[in-house]
């Protein structure tokens, strides 16, 4: 158990619809990351927040938003859905994103949400 | 977005064989991270490097960071059923934004059948 915990672990739902993952980072960490694995397929970063603030963006269709609240957790907002947005999503957290030791560069994921688009 | 080239891309192997996989970069790291993910699950993680020519060991696990820094390598010795799953690399670019890492696209274990 990495101590990151998401919600749902699984999403069904319709092409148009909107949907939003929840993840709670591990206790004391500061940064929340957010990745989407399609079927065989690797991890593609979608966006970063560190202590509330949003601090890198990847591949994120506009389609797409987070954020990360004053408790840590974060949130993860897809909407208009399309089939190709079905997919596993990964959230992962780290103590920090700067000024750190190496030890900061680790990170510890969640055990995801599938999400199946109909 | 740059990528880590991981090979091999998959593998079968028989209980009791040696495993070994490896991801290089055209870019330095300062670190190197190894992960296993079981279907369905998140990637767990397995082994961290911080050093060029660091070796460590987790169990029948062993990787090292590469002296170039633009390499690392993992072995899994004696293997049984359960080491069957996907291993991803992922490393942080020296001079990149910490906490940010990039990963490889995964080496897939299965039995031999």
């Known amino acids: 158990d990495s101590g990151v915990t998401q919600t749902p672990k699984h999403l069904i739902t319709a092409t148009g619809q909107r949907v939003t993952l929840r993840c709670s980072p591990r206790?004391?960490?500061?940064?929340v990351y957010w990745y989407q694995q399609s079927l065989d397929q690797g991890l593609q970063f979608l966006i970063q927040?560190?202590?509330?603030?949003?601090?890198a963006k990847g591949n994120i269709l506009e389609r797409f938003s987070a954020q990360q609240f004053p408790d840590l957790h974060s949130e993860l907002n897809l909407s208009s859905l399309e089939l190709g947005d079905s997919a596993l999503y990964f959230c992962?957290?780290?103590?920090?994103?700067?000024?750190?030791?190496?030890?900061?560069?680790?990170?510890?994921f969640g055990p995801g949400t599938r999400l199946t688009v109909l | 977005g740059q990528q880590l080239n991981q090979s091999p891309q998959s593998m079968f192997i028989q209980e009791g064989e040696d495993v070994s996989m490896n991801c290089t970069s055209s870019?330095?790291?300062?670190?190197w991270l190894w992960y296993k993910q079981d279907p369905g699950e998140g990637p767990v993680l397995l082994i961290a490097?911080?050093?060029?020519?660091e070796l460590t060991s987790n169990g029948r696990l062993t990787a090292q960071f590469g002296i170039t820094r633009k390499d690392s390598f993992l072995n899994i010795s004696a293997s049984i059923p359960s080491d069957v799953g996907i291993y991803f690399c992922?490393?942080?670019?020296?001079?990149?934004?910490?906490?940010?890492?990039?990963f490889g696209k995964g080496t897939k274990l299965s039995v031999k059948p």
């Open positions: 992962a957290s780290s103590p920090r994103t700067s000024g750190g030791p190496s030890s900061y560069n680790e990170q510890f």
């Open positions: 206790s004391g960490d500061l940064s």
């Open positions: 927040y560190y202590n509330g603030e949003e601090r």
């Open positions: 870019s330095i790291f300062n670190t």
């Open positions: 490097l911080y050093k060029a020519g």
């Open positions: 992922a490393g942080h670019r020296y001079g990149g934004s910490q906490g940010n890492l990039i």
